[in-house]
């Protein structure tokens, strides 16, 4: 069998791997370099985490986000924002939710199998602290904590002025950059091609500048421009920036009241933060965020930016169905890397036919579709 794999981010490093084992010929497709779409990233792994968003919790905090300047509105996809008022407060199944948590269980033991064969990409389960500035969004958290079910543990601390911080001792991180190399380094046997896709279509067929080839499956991996596949998928804009060590940060710390996460990594601190809904390149916000983020951390100087985009779908939470010979595999919003390993090889189930479409994680793909893939991810 002869499957093609478009994008070389985090979740298409995983597909063209698990296709690798299970000895399916592989040619994996890359518009930039592998990894690109994934490595700015902070790399905390989230394990049975979820983040949904078509809710008024959520629409608070990104409210509150648009307030402070950690978050901008330019421009959503309009298929996403029909689907977003539309299932606008609807909850989900405990089964669906739990579906996911899998999806994250099976990732942090993946990555926890790799670390423990070579551990050369900063795996560390150290624990992941949310520090809340303010009352009303510490208390809205701990609400939240105490409203849903969740098999992570967590260690409440609330302080004298009503912040707090809410510490879970079994999340973790990784360094993102030398987790894309390992990867990178391990598709041996796989077929790379450095070129952008230009079109996919449900009969398998991939268009490239190397031509138009059949395959017998194709799985796309390629971010936020599985939309142009007819798919509600919009892009939630982010920057990262690695910056030299800060001595007192021993785990990964979200500062939530800004969106702000940093991760202490062998040779500094990954900061993120930036929360804009935009498909643009456009990187002016960068400095700000970064300004904010050098107070919040007490570090100095400037270090150069990365940016990506979180591909979201309108609940938030990841998608992974198939149509005929395409299969698609995207929508990990700010979990992607929690996410991947999860994804990764339920997709490949699909492609090689071993397990059904999941009716939830395939909710959004009736409308999946040909289509045309140049240009859709900003350079
Ligand atoms: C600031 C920030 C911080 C984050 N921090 C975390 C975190 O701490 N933990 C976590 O779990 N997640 C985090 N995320 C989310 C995570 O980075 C994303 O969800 C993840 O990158 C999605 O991975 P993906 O492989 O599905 O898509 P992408 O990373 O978008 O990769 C898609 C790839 O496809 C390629 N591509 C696109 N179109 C084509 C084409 N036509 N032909 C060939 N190639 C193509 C792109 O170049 C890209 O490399 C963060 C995101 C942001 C923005």
């Known amino acids: 069998m002869r499957v093609a794999v478009v994008g070389g981010g985090i979740t298409g490093l ?7 084992s ?60 029909s689907n977003y008022l539309r299932s606008f407060g609807r909850t989900l199944r405990p089964e669906d939710l739990a579906r996911v948590a899998e999806l994250g269980s099976h990732s942090l033991r993946e990555y926890a199998a790799l670390a423990e064969s070579i551990d ?126 800060v001595p007192s940060l021993r785990n990964a710390v979200i500062f939530a009241d800004w969106g702000l996460a940093a991760v202490p990594l062998a040779q500094g601190v990954k900061v993120t933060s930036g929360w804009d809904f935009t498909f643009s390149a456009d990187n002016r916000r960068a400095s700000a965020l970064w300004s904010r983020a050098r107070t919040l951390l ?10 990506g985009y979180r591909p979201t779908t309108p609940d938030g939470l990841p998608l992974v169905g198939r149509r005929d010979r395409l299969i698609v595999a995207t929508g990990g919003f700010r979990l992607g890397w929690s996410l991947a390993p999860g994804l990764a090889r339920h997709a490949v189930d699909l492609a090689l ?9 395939s909710r959004y793909c009736g409308t999946l579709r040909t289509g045309r893939l140049r240009g859709a991810f900003p350079s």
């Open 120 to 245: 050369d990409f900063g795996f560390r389960m150290g624990g992941l602290t949310e520090r809340y500035e303010q009352p009303r969004l510490f208390q809205d958290a701990l609400r939240n904590l105490r409203s849903r079910p969740t098999e992570e543990r967590v260690e409440v601390t609330e302080e004298k002025d009503g912040g707090g911080s809410l510490h879970y001792p079994d999340m973790g991180w990784l360094d993102t950059d030398r987790c894309i190399h390992r990867l990178t380094r391990e598709l041996s046997g796989v077929r790379t091609a450095i070129a952008e896709v230009d079109s996919v279509r449900l009969d398998g067929t991939v268009g490239s500048s190397e031509g138009s080839d059949p395959f017998d499956r194709v799985i796309v991996t390629a971010g936020i421009a599985c939309r142009r596949l007819g798919l509600p998928i919009t892009a939630v804009k982010g920057y990262g920036w690695t910056a030299p060590p």
């Open 14 to 20: 995983f597909v063209a791997r698990y296709l690798r």
């Open 22 to 81: 299970r000895s399916v010929e592989v040619t994996l497709y890359e518009r930039s370099r592998m990894g690109a779409g994934s490595v700015h990233a902070a790399g905390i792994l989230e394990g049975h985490n979820y983040y949904t968003i078509n809710n008024l919790r959520y629409l608070r905090r990104a409210l509150r986000y648009l307030g402070n300047g950690s978050s901008q509105v330019r421009r959503v996809d309009r298929r996403w924002l």
């Open 298 to 307: 007490g570090s100095d100087g400037n270090v150069p930016v990365e940016q």
């Open 353 to 361: 036919d071993t397990a059904p479409e999941d009716p939830f994680l």
